[in-house]
């Protein structure tokens, strides 16, 4: 292994891929023994391809020489089957490579997607607070496909260009040592040339995805704020975002194509000089020895032509492949990030229990340091609702988000019937702790695949019955398709009250002991205000409800109030009891409630 391991870093170092060596061994040692049949059989293919290549090098000779020997007709049948043969193993060869490549390949592209996916799963929320989605986007997309091409570069290179090359140039040295001596002067110093060259890529493809990730960006923001953009006619300004995006990507596209293009001219030219030097050559005799025959020189020829591609590939190969490292890079930086939020190794099953739920002296601070939850302890009786009231900004969405565990507390423990919720598991804390928000994300699925979401086992008779408690039902039975009826992309196409019911119906299909509830600050009409308070009367019927209350009718119906603010619980008690106390609450509902 540590032999292995040596050689590889030789390689590497060869290779010339220094700063990336260790990211791409970790990708190669990640990858190929996995796949090890796969590509030891691209690799015998590979081997094939070599030498079929450089036969078909040789075999130019006999061409040539059976043509024109006058005396020994016969050849020339041998060497036209020989050529069929070779030209024909070649073909099959290259194919099985490319395919087995490609099956490899396909296959680690796929695995490294869902690994991608699966760790931006398991990330808290608040390692989406901190990235941007269009960066996600593109990492798990892009960032495999350009590891695949690392993959393929090395192995393609190393085995089938390299082998290529040796072929050809031991069938050069074969046919003509001296000149093969004078080429093996001249070749180098061109594919330093075009190496130069091409080395400019590598800076241009850094500036190529960075740029294609704004374009992303921009897309990505127009649809999703759609509304926003149209409402404040910011067409304009998207337009003239994206059109320096596309400009700056197509230019760097440009500038590649360029670079990669202006070897060819170089390598023309020099392949023009080389040829003619050598039919000069071949006419005088060098160092007493004559020039061979008019077959070897072909043959000669012929190899010497053909070893430019392999040569090229493989002089490139570092460029190539520092160029693939961006995105490899993209990828394990997305994959090694530590997860923001884990499973207690120990951690069991939250016991089902009626869902008493006890706040401890919590603490809580985001990234920013700035504490949002300072020293809060509260009791809630299973059955009972609570509403949080208090100014904007006084923490409560923050106190859902930690008895949800999106967040730990800094100090401070939140229990569950009894049980901190830290040392639970996340699928039992799910299933205990329901949640509706204040706006209701739908999936691009059907009404009855949006509910059945958060309880894949429910039949179509627990849907529809979920849907009936929430005052759902009547206005799903009326889409076309009913509850088979697709909702585009975040269900644009209901209004505010048809979607807060989809989420108590959610909800209710949930059926958890403990429902966190944010409660929508979209004024509703009447008749939709009424079915949505009596769709959360029947769903919070006998359920441990903590609220975020916007609406005097939820404060009214609540057994317990508390006002929020910085942090603290300053006031808390029932409403009589808080009316009674003269405070802030007091304020709050004649300047918020009263008109109600
Ligand atoms: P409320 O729900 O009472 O309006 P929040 O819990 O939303 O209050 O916010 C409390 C404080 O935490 C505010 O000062 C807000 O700016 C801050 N805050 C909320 N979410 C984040 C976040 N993801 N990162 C940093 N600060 C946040």
């Avoid at 060596?21 to 990640?30: F, I, M």
């Avoid at 398991?122 to 607070?129: E, P, Q, R, S, T």
């Avoid at 923001?340 to 990234?367: I, K, N, R, W």
């Avoid at 020293?375 to 509403?387: P, Q, S, Y």
Wanted: proline share 3%; glycine share 8%; net charge positive.
């Amino acid at each position: 292994m540590k032999m292995m391991r040596s050689a590889g870093d030789w390689f590497l170092k060869w290779i010339g891929a220094r700063s990336s060596g260790s990211l791409l061994w970790r990708l190669l040692a990640e990858s190929i023994p996995e796949h090890r049949n796969r590509y030891l059989a691209a690799v015998a293919a590979m081997v094939l391809v070599a030498a079929t290549t450089a036969l078909s090098a040789w075999v130019m000779g006999a061409i040539v020489d059976s043509m024109t020997d006058a005396e020994n007709r016969s050849r020339v049948f041998i060497v036209a089957a020989a050529v069929a043969g070779i030209f024909f193993l070649k073909g099959v060869a290259s194919f099985a490579q490319v395919v087995l490549m490609a099956r490899a390949g396909n296959r680690i592209v796929a695995q490294k997607q869902i690994q991608l996916y699966q760790r931006l799963l398991d990330h808290g929320v608040a390692f989406f607070n901190k990235t941007e989605s269009s960066d996600v986007l593109l990492r798990v997309t892009q960032s495999a496909q350009m590891a695949r091409q690392v993959i393929d570069t090395v192995v393609t290179g190393f085995i089938r260009d390299l082998l290529t090359l040796l072929g050809l140039v031991a069938v050069m040295f074969y046919q003509q040592p001296l000149l093969s001596l004078v080429c093996l002067v001249v070749g180098p110093a061109a594919l330093y040339g075009v190496r130069k060259i091409l080395g400019q890529v590598r800076a241009v493809m850094a500036q190529e995805m960075a740029g294609l990730a704004e374009i992303i960006r921009v897309v990505q923001e127009t649809a999703t704020g759609a509304r926003v953009v149209k409402a404040f006619a910011l067409e304009p300004l998207m337009a003239s975002r994206i059109e320096t995006a596309v400009r700056l990507v197509a230019k760097r596209a440009n500038k590649m194509v360029r670079l990669e293009a202006a070897t060819t001219p170089l390598m023309d030219t020099i392949t023009g000089l080389a040829i003619a030097a050598i039919v000069m050559l071949s006419t005088v005799s060098l160092f007493g020895r004559s020039a061979g025959t008019a077959g070897q020189l072909m043959s000669f020829v012929t190899a010497f032509l053909m070893a430019y591609e392999p040569a090229k590939r493989l002089s490139r190969m570092r460029v190539s492949i520092e160029a693939g490292m961006i995105g490899v890079r993209m990828m394990y930086d997305l994959l090694d990030q530590p997860r923001t939020m884990v499973e207690a190794p120990d951690a069991t099953d939250l016991p089902a229990g009626p869902g008493q739920l006890a706040l401890e002296d919590l603490h809580f601070c985001y990234s920013d340091g700035k504490p949002v939850i300072d020293g809060i302890t509260l009791d809630c009786a299973a059955g009972t609702t609570t509403a949080l009231v208090g100014p904007s900004g006084g923490g409560k969405s923050t106190l859902l988000n930690l008895m949800l565990r999106l967040y730990d507390p800094d100090r401070g423990r939140i229990l569950i019937d009894g049980h901190d919720i830290r040392q639970a598991t996340f699928a039992s804390l799910r299933r205990t702790v329901s949640y509706v928000g204040q706006d209701t994300f739908l999936f691009s699925a059907t009404v009855k695949e949006n509910l059945r979401m958060v309880r894949p086992d429910a039949t179509d008779e627990e849907v529809v019955e979920a849907a009936r408690i929430a005052h759902a039902d009547e206005f799903i039975g009326a889409l076309a398709q009913g509850y088979d009826t697709p909702i585009g992309e975040n269900g644009t196409f209901l209004s505010g009250g048809q979607r807060q019911r989809l989420a108590l119906a959610r909800a209710a299909l949930r059926r958890a002991p403990i429902l966190l509830l944010d409660e929508a600050t979209s004024a509703l009409d009447s008749h939709s205000e009424t079915l949505v308070r009596d769709a959360l009367d029947r769903v919070t019927a006998g359920v441990t409800t903590i609220v975020v209350a916007h609406r005097l009718s939820t404060v009214l119906r609540a057994n317990r109030i508390c006002y929020l603010e910085q942090g603290k619980v300053v006031e808390t008690g029932s409403l009589a009891e808080l009316l009674a106390m003269n405070g802030k609450f007091r304020a709050l509902y004649d300047q918020q409630f009263a008109h109600g």
